[in-house]
């Protein structure tokens, strides 16, 4: 099992281009998420998916989209970016809720430059 | 909104000895989850611990240790026995319990440093 993965580890941006991030997990978990991370804070959740085809705000959605098209992939879509969104992107996904295992499983972090 | 408060930005320890790690939270429900997740520099998030509001008894795993006191929202982890592993952000995270409410509300952080 990889675990989560995220695409890529690394990306510097100009003001107002377009990116996508890529998060895949292979353990068939239906919640996945987005979080960033800025110095001096903790993560703050952007948006998250509650299964495959749904998608629901967080804490910071504004400046981003996300998809979820097969239940896999959660893709995090930036139309165009700012300086203020340069920071660490974690993604996470977490199994079924109902059952004992409900821990997020974190990815390794993509770090966005935006300049 | 719930709030997650880390009130000691850095702590130092000697190798060795143990340290305790503060968090305070704000919340209106009394259902949810707690967790203590660590930061090494590699940035990947590990969780420590994790603790279940409806549980009295204080979660353990090995050296970490959690002091939650529900009634004063307060959730600290104590690390027994520093090793010089143990060195990294340590961050404390909320959950409610309500279907849909999903995601982690994260304190700021406490850097630990461990001193050989």
């Known amino acids: 099992n990889a675990g989560v993965t995220q695409t890529p580890k690394f990306r510097v941006l100009k003001t107002g281009q377009s990116m996508t991030l890529l998060c895949a997990q292979d353990m068939n978990h239906e919640y996945m998420y987005w979080y960033r991370q800025d110095p001096g804070m903790g993560l703050r959740l952007i948006h998250y998916?509650?299964?495959?085809?749904?998608?629901a705000k967080g804490e910071v959605p504004d400046g981003y989209n996300v998809s979820r098209l097969k239940k896999q992939n959660f893709l995090l879509g930036l139309e165009s970016a700012a300086p203020s969104q340069t920071s660490v992107y974690f993604c996470a996904s977490r199994i079924l809720p109902g059952t004992e295992i409900y821990e997020q499983y974190f990815g390794p972090g993509t770090r966005l430059t935006v300049t | 909104a719930q709030t997650v408060t880390q009130s000691q930005p850095e702590m130092s320890v000697q190798e060795a000895e143990t340290v305790t790690l503060s968090c305070t939270y704000d919340?209106?429900?009394?259902?949810?989850?707690l967790f203590w997740y660590k930061q090494p520099p590699s940035r990947q998030m590990i969780l420590v611990i994790r603790?279940?509001?409806?549980?009295?008894q204080n979660a353990t795993e090995n050296r970490f240790s959690v002091n939650f006191q529900k009634v004063a929202k307060s959730f600290s982890l104590k690390i027994s026995d520093s090793q010089l592993g143990d060195a990294a952000m340590y961050f404390c995270?909320?959950?409610?319990?309500?279907?849909?409410?999903?995601?982690?509300?994260f304190g700021k952080g406490t850097h630990l440093i461990i001193q050989p």
């Open positions: 919340t209106s429900e009394s259902d949810y989850y």
């Open positions: 603790q279940e509001a409806y549980k009295q």
């Open positions: 995270a909320y959950r409610s319990a309500k279907r849909g409410a999903d995601g982690l509300t």
């Open positions: 998916s509650v299964g495959e085809g749904t998608t």
